[in-house]
Protein backbone atom coordinates (compact mmCIF):
# COMPACT_ATOMS: atom_id res chain seq x y z
CA UNK A 1 0.00 0.00 0.00
CA UNK A 2 1.26 3.28 -1.10
CA UNK A 3 0.49 6.93 -1.44
CA UNK A 4 -2.66 8.47 0.38
CA UNK A 5 -3.87 4.59 0.96
CA UNK A 6 -0.97 3.83 3.13
CA UNK A 7 -1.12 7.13 5.14
CA UNK A 8 -4.56 6.68 5.98
CA UNK A 9 -3.65 2.78 7.28
CA UNK A 10 -1.37 4.58 9.19
CA UNK A 11 -2.88 7.42 11.11
CA UNK A 12 -6.39 6.06 11.02
CA UNK A 13 -6.73 4.75 14.21
CA UNK A 14 -5.02 8.03 15.64
CA UNK A 15 -7.80 10.01 13.35
CA UNK A 16 -10.41 7.95 14.65
CA UNK A 17 -9.83 8.83 18.26
CA UNK A 18 -9.70 12.54 17.36
CA UNK A 19 -12.96 12.25 16.02
CA UNK A 20 -14.40 10.47 18.94
CA UNK A 21 -12.91 13.11 21.37
CA UNK A 22 -14.62 15.81 18.92
CA UNK A 23 -17.68 14.33 18.95
CA UNK A 24 -18.12 13.52 22.69
CA UNK A 25 -16.75 17.54 23.05
CA UNK A 26 -19.70 18.18 20.71
CA UNK A 27 -22.00 16.19 22.64
CA UNK A 28 -21.11 17.51 26.19
CA UNK A 29 -20.92 20.93 25.08
CA UNK A 30 -24.87 20.04 23.52
CA UNK A 31 -26.01 18.70 26.83
CA UNK A 32 -24.67 21.71 28.79
CA UNK A 33 -26.51 24.16 26.48
CA UNK A 34 -29.33 22.11 26.68
CA UNK A 35 -28.99 22.62 30.52
CA UNK A 36 -29.55 26.66 30.22
CA UNK A 37 -32.19 25.90 28.30
CA UNK A 38 -34.03 24.40 30.11
CA UNK A 39 -33.57 26.43 33.31
CA UNK A 40 -34.49 29.03 30.84
CA UNK A 41 -37.85 27.85 29.37
CA UNK A 42 -38.54 26.77 33.19
CA UNK A 43 -37.60 30.72 33.69
CA UNK A 44 -39.79 32.32 31.29
CA UNK A 45 -42.68 30.40 31.93
CA UNK A 46 -42.57 31.51 35.90
CA UNK A 47 -41.75 35.60 34.95
CA UNK A 48 -44.81 35.25 32.34
CA UNK A 49 -46.88 33.19 34.83
CA UNK A 50 -46.40 36.11 37.28
CA UNK A 51 -45.39 33.42 40.06
CA UNK A 52 -43.66 35.86 42.35
CA UNK A 53 -46.17 38.62 41.60
CA UNK A 54 -46.48 41.09 39.03
CA UNK A 55 -43.36 42.96 37.80
CA UNK A 56 -40.98 40.84 40.04
CA UNK A 57 -39.91 38.58 37.88
CA UNK A 58 -38.47 39.64 34.11
CA UNK A 59 -38.20 36.97 31.19
CA UNK A 60 -34.99 36.30 30.22
CA UNK A 61 -35.51 38.44 27.23
CA UNK A 62 -35.28 41.31 29.47
CA UNK A 63 -32.62 40.95 31.47
CA UNK A 64 -30.89 39.88 28.30
CA UNK A 65 -31.56 43.16 26.22
CA UNK A 66 -30.14 44.83 29.96
CA UNK A 67 -27.35 43.33 29.36
CA UNK A 68 -26.61 43.94 25.69
CA UNK A 69 -27.74 47.65 26.63
CA UNK A 70 -25.30 47.74 29.76
CA UNK A 71 -22.06 46.42 28.30
CA UNK A 72 -22.00 49.62 26.10
CA UNK A 73 -23.05 51.76 28.76
CA UNK A 74 -20.38 51.20 31.14
CA UNK A 75 -21.74 47.79 32.55
CA UNK A 76 -18.55 46.14 30.01
CA UNK A 77 -15.69 48.05 32.70
CA UNK A 78 -17.78 46.71 36.23
CA UNK A 79 -17.40 43.04 34.70
CA UNK A 80 -13.62 44.17 34.30
CA UNK A 81 -13.10 45.22 37.17
CA UNK A 82 -14.62 42.67 39.03
CA UNK A 83 -12.96 40.13 37.11
CA UNK A 84 -9.96 41.70 37.74
CA UNK A 85 -10.35 41.56 41.73
CA UNK A 86 -11.76 38.20 41.79
CA UNK A 87 -8.67 37.28 39.75
CA UNK A 88 -5.88 39.08 41.63
CA UNK A 89 -7.51 38.66 45.07
CA UNK A 90 -8.02 34.70 44.74
CA UNK A 91 -4.68 34.46 43.04
CA UNK A 92 -2.98 35.67 46.14
CA UNK A 93 -5.21 33.24 48.40
CA UNK A 94 -4.37 30.36 46.10
CA UNK A 95 -0.57 31.27 46.31
CA UNK A 96 -0.26 31.67 50.32
CA UNK A 97 -2.17 28.91 51.36
CA UNK A 98 -1.37 26.15 49.00
CA UNK A 99 2.48 26.01 50.61
CA UNK A 100 0.88 25.88 53.99
CA UNK A 101 -1.91 23.55 53.25
CA UNK A 102 1.27 21.45 51.41
CA UNK A 103 3.08 21.64 55.60
CA UNK A 104 -0.31 20.54 57.37
CA UNK A 105 -0.12 18.08 54.55
CA UNK A 106 3.10 16.60 55.07
CA UNK A 107 3.87 17.48 58.49
CA UNK A 108 1.48 15.73 61.00
CA UNK A 109 2.81 17.71 63.96
CA UNK A 110 1.60 20.64 62.34
CA UNK A 111 -1.72 19.70 61.03
CA UNK A 112 -2.59 18.63 64.75
CA UNK A 113 -1.49 21.93 65.73
CA UNK A 114 -2.77 24.18 62.95
CA UNK A 115 -6.37 22.22 62.06
CA UNK A 116 -8.55 22.77 64.77
CA UNK A 117 -7.36 26.61 64.30
CA UNK A 118 -8.37 26.52 60.45
CA UNK A 119 -11.29 24.90 60.53
CA UNK A 120 -12.51 27.65 62.92
CA UNK A 121 -11.34 30.13 60.51
CA UNK A 122 -12.56 29.14 57.16
CA UNK A 123 -16.26 29.16 58.42
CA UNK A 124 -16.76 32.56 59.34
CA UNK A 125 -17.59 34.22 56.71
CA UNK A 126 -16.35 37.21 54.70
CA UNK A 127 -19.25 39.70 54.87
CA UNK A 128 -18.52 39.37 58.49
CA UNK A 129 -15.03 40.75 58.11
CA UNK A 130 -16.00 43.47 56.17
CA UNK A 131 -16.76 46.06 59.57
CA UNK A 132 -13.09 45.16 60.94
CA UNK A 133 -11.54 45.30 57.38
CA UNK A 134 -12.96 48.83 57.04
CA UNK A 135 -11.64 49.60 60.40
CA UNK A 136 -8.13 48.37 59.93
CA UNK A 137 -7.57 49.11 56.05
CA UNK A 138 -9.90 52.05 55.52
CA UNK A 139 -12.21 51.44 52.31
CA UNK A 140 -10.08 50.74 48.98
CA UNK A 141 -9.21 48.56 47.06
CA UNK A 142 -6.63 46.88 49.46
CA UNK A 143 -9.56 46.01 51.52
CA UNK A 144 -11.59 44.49 48.32
CA UNK A 145 -8.51 42.67 47.76
CA UNK A 146 -8.57 41.16 51.78
CA UNK A 147 -11.35 40.05 51.70
CA UNK A 148 -11.33 38.14 48.58
CA UNK A 149 -8.07 36.58 49.56
CA UNK A 150 -9.91 35.20 53.18
CA UNK A 151 -12.71 33.70 50.94
CA UNK A 152 -10.00 31.87 48.91
CA UNK A 153 -7.43 31.13 51.46
CA UNK A 154 -8.85 28.10 53.76
CA UNK A 155 -10.66 26.85 51.15
CA UNK A 156 -6.95 26.29 49.21
CA UNK A 157 -5.43 25.13 52.63
CA UNK A 158 -8.05 22.61 53.47
CA UNK A 159 -8.03 20.38 49.34
CA UNK A 160 -4.58 20.94 49.40
CA UNK A 161 -3.60 19.38 52.93
CA UNK A 162 -6.09 16.96 52.74
CA UNK A 163 -4.67 15.63 49.40
CA UNK A 164 -1.38 15.21 50.52
CA UNK A 165 -2.45 13.92 53.68
CA UNK A 166 -4.68 11.09 51.63
CA UNK A 167 -1.24 10.25 49.32
CA UNK A 168 -0.24 6.72 49.14
CA UNK A 169 2.14 5.90 50.99
CA UNK A 170 3.43 3.26 48.35
CA UNK A 171 4.88 6.32 45.83
CA UNK A 172 7.08 7.38 48.85
CA UNK A 173 8.10 4.38 49.91
CA UNK A 174 8.92 3.42 46.17
CA UNK A 175 11.61 6.13 46.57
CA UNK A 176 12.84 5.67 49.69
CA UNK A 177 13.73 2.23 48.16
CA UNK A 178 15.12 3.82 45.25
CA UNK A 179 17.48 5.72 47.36
CA UNK A 180 15.79 9.40 46.59
CA UNK A 181 16.31 11.88 49.78
CA UNK A 182 14.00 13.35 51.65
CA UNK A 183 14.00 16.76 49.66
CA UNK A 184 14.02 14.91 46.78
CA UNK A 185 11.06 12.71 47.71
CA UNK A 186 9.23 16.18 48.36
CA UNK A 187 10.35 17.65 44.90
CA UNK A 188 9.65 15.11 42.83
CA UNK A 189 6.61 12.63 44.33
CA UNK A 190 4.81 14.24 46.73
CA UNK A 191 4.34 18.05 45.15
CA UNK A 192 3.93 16.28 41.85
CA UNK A 193 1.10 14.49 42.70
CA UNK A 194 -0.23 17.46 44.66
CA UNK A 195 -0.64 19.45 41.76
CA UNK A 196 -4.83 17.80 40.84
CA UNK A 197 -5.18 18.93 44.34
CA UNK A 198 -3.95 22.61 43.81
CA UNK A 199 -5.86 22.78 40.69
CA UNK A 200 -8.86 21.71 42.43
CA UNK A 201 -8.71 24.37 44.50
CA UNK A 202 -8.11 26.55 42.49
CA UNK A 203 -11.78 25.86 40.84
CA UNK A 204 -13.17 25.94 44.43
CA UNK A 205 -12.22 28.87 45.53
CA UNK A 206 -12.70 31.07 42.70
CA UNK A 207 -16.11 29.70 42.92
CA UNK A 208 -15.99 31.23 46.52
CA UNK A 209 -14.16 34.32 45.15
CA UNK A 210 -16.67 35.20 42.84
CA UNK A 211 -19.91 34.20 45.35
CA UNK A 212 -17.80 36.33 47.70
CA UNK A 213 -17.56 39.43 45.37
CA UNK A 214 -20.55 41.43 46.59
CA UNK A 215 -19.51 41.01 49.71
CA UNK A 216 -15.90 42.36 49.25
CA UNK A 217 -18.10 45.41 46.78
CA UNK A 218 -19.42 46.35 50.04
CA UNK A 219 -16.37 47.93 51.25
CA UNK A 220 -17.28 51.41 49.53
CA UNK A 221 -17.13 50.00 45.63
CA UNK A 222 -18.94 52.45 43.30
CA UNK A 223 -17.46 50.00 40.13
CA UNK A 224 -17.51 46.04 39.73
CA UNK A 225 -20.85 43.79 39.36
CA UNK A 226 -21.51 43.65 43.07
CA UNK A 227 -21.55 47.10 43.31
CA UNK A 228 -24.03 47.34 40.47
CA UNK A 229 -26.22 44.58 41.37
CA UNK A 230 -26.45 46.69 45.13
CA UNK A 231 -27.15 50.43 43.39
CA UNK A 232 -29.87 47.92 41.65
CA UNK A 233 -31.47 46.30 44.62
CA UNK A 234 -32.02 50.45 46.00
CA UNK A 235 -33.85 51.28 43.36
CA UNK A 236 -35.99 47.77 43.23
CA UNK A 237 -34.12 47.44 39.34
CA UNK A 238 -34.59 44.08 39.45
CA UNK A 239 -33.59 43.36 35.63
CA UNK A 240 -30.45 44.79 36.58
CA UNK A 241 -29.86 42.68 39.70
CA UNK A 242 -30.68 39.53 37.37
CA UNK A 243 -28.16 40.84 34.64
CA UNK A 244 -25.44 41.35 37.50
CA UNK A 245 -25.87 37.88 38.91
CA UNK A 246 -25.89 36.15 35.65
CA UNK A 247 -22.81 38.14 34.51
CA UNK A 248 -20.90 37.10 37.68
CA UNK A 249 -22.18 33.32 36.44
CA UNK A 250 -20.81 33.46 33.20
CA UNK A 251 -17.71 35.03 34.43
CA UNK A 252 -17.10 31.90 36.89
CA UNK A 253 -17.94 29.70 34.20
CA UNK A 254 -15.55 31.18 31.98
CA UNK A 255 -12.40 31.31 34.94
CA UNK A 256 -13.67 27.31 35.79
CA UNK A 257 -13.40 26.53 32.37
CA UNK A 258 -10.15 28.34 31.86
CA UNK A 259 -9.07 26.14 34.91
CA UNK A 260 -10.15 22.80 34.00
CA UNK A 261 -8.08 23.44 30.39
CA UNK A 262 -4.94 24.56 31.87
CA UNK A 263 -5.56 21.57 34.76
CA UNK A 264 -5.91 18.88 31.81
CA UNK A 265 -2.93 19.91 30.14
CA UNK A 266 -0.72 20.12 33.49
CA UNK A 267 -1.83 16.69 34.66
CA UNK A 268 -2.23 14.89 31.64
CA UNK A 269 -0.39 11.85 32.56
CA UNK A 270 -3.23 11.67 35.31
CA UNK A 271 -5.23 8.43 34.12
CA UNK A 272 -9.10 9.50 34.72
CA UNK A 273 -10.53 6.59 32.85
CA UNK A 274 -13.38 7.14 30.83
CA UNK A 275 -15.43 10.15 32.25
Known amino acids: MTGAGADAGRYGPALRVRRFDLGARLGRLGLGAAGFAVVGVAWHLMAIGEVFGTGLLPTPVEVGRVIVDGLGNGLLDDLLISFRRVLIGVGLGLAIAAPIGFVLGWFGIARAMFNPLVNFL ?154
Open 122 to 275: RALPPIALVPLVIVYFGIGELSRGIVLVWAAFFATIVIVYEGVAAMEEKYVRAAQTLGATRFEILAKVVFPLSVPHIMTAARVSLGIGWASLVAAELVAAQQGLGAVIQNASNFLDIPTVYAGIILIGVCALVMDTGIRMLSAYVVRWQDRGSR
